[in-house]
């Protein structure tokens, strides 16, 4: 009988350290010089990623964000992990993340040579906005005007929760080769008419903000500003037509 007790008593014992393990294991990226590396495609495929046992990162420990809704302060604390991605020859990556049974994450992006810093802060982002009245808990960063060959460092963390997520990084296809075109005009009425979209190369820097049309502005998200404004138009040769657009030089990076 006292064996067979000993035995039941050691069972729960084994049994109460790999329960304990697998809830407190810190992930391999818990850390910078832990990162996980992503590699860049053409379109987004998520890869599941946890912060699960993840602890505090002593520093960098705050950011200020450039939220898609109001400015605030992001604090990635507590439970962050790192990934790391090589910037390709563009210039441009978009860092995307998706609800899995984390659903409120905060990404803060850094550059640095080394794992062990001096990290440089790039950006901050708390939401996505899906639409003029959704808001999506999870983070994206478009950055452009990176260094070609740098490596570009990605925080994610929350305040207090944990659970799984998807991350994926995505960059376009290298910027088109351009021509001389005519300049955009600064508003819809007398929009610059043109031929071919195909290399076509234009400005917003220095056209005034729209405020007089009302069918653009109610269609734009709540406290969104229109600025910096200009317009393009073309005929298109059939029902529909699709084009892609490549913006550089932009002054939040985003």
């Known amino acids: 009988m006292t064996k067979k007790y000993n035995f039941i008593r050691l069972f729960f014992v084994i049994i109460t350290i790999t329960i304990s393990h697998l809830v407190f294991a810190q992930p391999a990226n818990d850390n910078p010089c832990g990162a996980i590396e992503l590699f860049p495609g053409l379109t987004c495929s998520y890869g599941l990623q946890t912060n699960l046992g993840a602890t505090n990162t002593a520093s960098p420990f705050s950011a200020i964000s450039i939220n898609t809704v109001t400015p605030s302060i992001v604090f990635v604390s507590n439970v962050d992990v790192w990934f790391k991605v090589v910037v390709p020859s563009n210039g441009i990556l978009i860092i995307d993340t998706e609800v899995g049974s984390l659903t409120d994450a905060n990404m803060v992006i850094y550059s640095g040579t080394t794992c062990g810093g001096p990290f440089t802060l790039l950006n901050a982002n708390n939401d996505t906005r899906m639409s003029p009245t959704t808001l999506n808990n999870m983070p994206i960063i478009a950055q452009n005007n990176l260094t070609p060959g740098s490596t570009l460092w990605i ?92 913006m550089t030089s932009s002054k939040l990076g985003q």
């Open 155 to 246: 925080r994610i963390g929350a305040t207090n929760l944990t659970g799984t997520f998807g991350i994926c990084v995505t960059s376009p296809s290298d910027l088109p080769t351009t021509v001389s075109n005519p300049a955009a005009s600064d508003d819809c009425e007398s929009s610059q008419p043109i031929c071919n979209l195909n290399g076509y190369s234009g400005t917003t820097v220095g056209y005034a903000p729209t405020d007089s049309w009302t069918e653009l502005v109610d269609a734009l998200p709540p406290l969104t500003v229109l600025q910096n404004d200009s317009y393009i138009n073309i005929t298109a040769a059939s029902t529909s037509i699709s084009f892609d657009i490549w």
